[in-house]
C-alpha cells in the first residue's frame, strides 16, 4: 500500500486549490484516508478521479449530500417524467422524493438503492439516508467506479497501462456532463498525490 504524506498533500492542494473550509478539510483528509485503504484504488489515477468527481459533485464540501430540491420538483421529475421513472425504479411518486440522490456520486431512484443494498449488504433501500454516512457513501462511489455499476463503465476502461482518458471517464457517472472541468480537476489532484507520496 503506497503512503502519502498528509502535509505535503495539503500544502499541494492549497496551492492548487486555495485553502479549504474545515468542514471540506476534514471530508478530504476522511477520503482520502478511505482511498488510501483501499486496494481496489491502488492506481492514483483512480484515486485523482474520484476525488475529483467528489468535489464536483458535492460543490467542494467533500461531504456526502443531498440532492437539493423540493418534493414537487422530484416527483415531476423522477415520477412524472415516465423514462426517468422507468429507468430509476420509482413505482410511486413518494419514491420519486425518498430515493432522490444522496451520497459523494449521488445514486438516485429505487432500482440504484436497491442495486448498492445488493451490492454493499447494507439495507440502502429501507433506509435511503444511509447514504449519507461516509464510509457508506464512499463504498458507494467505489464499488460503482471500480465495477461500473453506474453507467456501465468503469474507471479501468479509462485508466490503464497504455490509457488516461481524464475526459472520457466522466461516462462512468454522468454522460459528458462537465467532462473537462472534471477531468482537469483530476489531473491536479493527482499533482497533489505524486507530490505527496512517500
Not at 28 to 44: E, K, P, Q, R, S
Request: glycine residues 10%.
Amino acid at each position: 500500500m503506497t503512503a502519502y504524506d498528509s502535509e505535503k498533500f495539503r500544502a499541494e492542494y492549497k496551492r492548487l486549490f486555495g485553502e479549504p473550509t474545515p468542514g471540506a478539510r476534514a471530508g478530504l483528509d476522511l477520503l482520502l484516508g478511505y482511498l488510501v485503504a483501499d486496494a481496489g484504488m491502488a492506481d492514483d489515477r483512480y484515486k485523482a478521479y474520484a476525488l475529483a468527481t467528489t468535489m464536483h459533485e458535492t460543490a467542494g464540501t467533500f461531504q456526502p449530500i443531498e440532492e437539493r430540491g423540493k418534493p414537487a420538483y422530484f416527483v415531476k421529475r423522477y415520477f412524472q417524467t415516465e423514462h426517468i421513472r422507468k429507468q430509476l425504479g420509482n413505482l410511486t411518486a413518494e419514491d420519486a422524493v425518498r430515493y432522490a440522490g444522496k451520497g459523494y456520486a449521488q445514486i438516485t431512484g429505487r432500482a440504484n438503492y436497491e442495486r448498492f443494498s445488493r451490492l454493499l449488504g447494507v439495507d440502502l433501500a429501507g433506509t435511503p439516508d444511509l447514504a449519507l454516512d461516509p464510509e457508506i457513501a464512499y463504498r458507494i462511489m467505489a464499488v460503482g467506479m471500480i465495477g461500473g455499476h453506474f453507467t456501465g463503465r468503469a474507471l479501468k476502461h479509462y485508466f490503464g497501462p497504455t490509457v488516461s482518458n481524464w475526459v472520457g471517464a466522466r461516462k462512468i457517472i454522468n454522460g459528458t456532463d462537465k467532462a473537462e472541468q472534471i477531468a482537469q480537476l483530476g489531473l491536479k489532484f493527482q499533482t497533489c498525490l505524486l507530490a505527496a507520496k512517500e
